[in-house]
């Protein structure tokens, strides 16, 4: 399973293999530790993939925070 391949998937049409997996990469997420498995296939299954380019600014400060990242590489 790949990892960009099972989070660009739409989140209501990820099947409970991706989720799976999702959840086993989760586990290695620090900011995650605390959740339970049932919370984090909860999560995954609203998770929204996205990608943005080199230099892209994520947020500025000062933005309203009604979400967060999980960056897994950059």
């Given at each position: 399973m790949n990892l960009e391949r099972a989070?660009?998937?739409p989140p209501h049409e990820r099947n409970h293999h991706e989720i799976d997996y999702l959840l086993s990469v989760s586990r290695r997420?620090?900011?995650l530790s605390g959740c339970s498995d049932d919370d984090l296939r909860l999560?995954?299954?609203y998770?929204?993939?996205r990608k943005y380019?080199?230099?892209e600014?994520?947020?500025e400060k000062g933005d309203p925070s009604d979400s967060f990242m999980?960056?897994?590489q950059g």
């Open positions: 989070l660009r998937r997420l620090k900011c999560l995954w299954r998770v929204v993939y380019e080199a230099k600014r994520l947020f999980i960056v897994f």
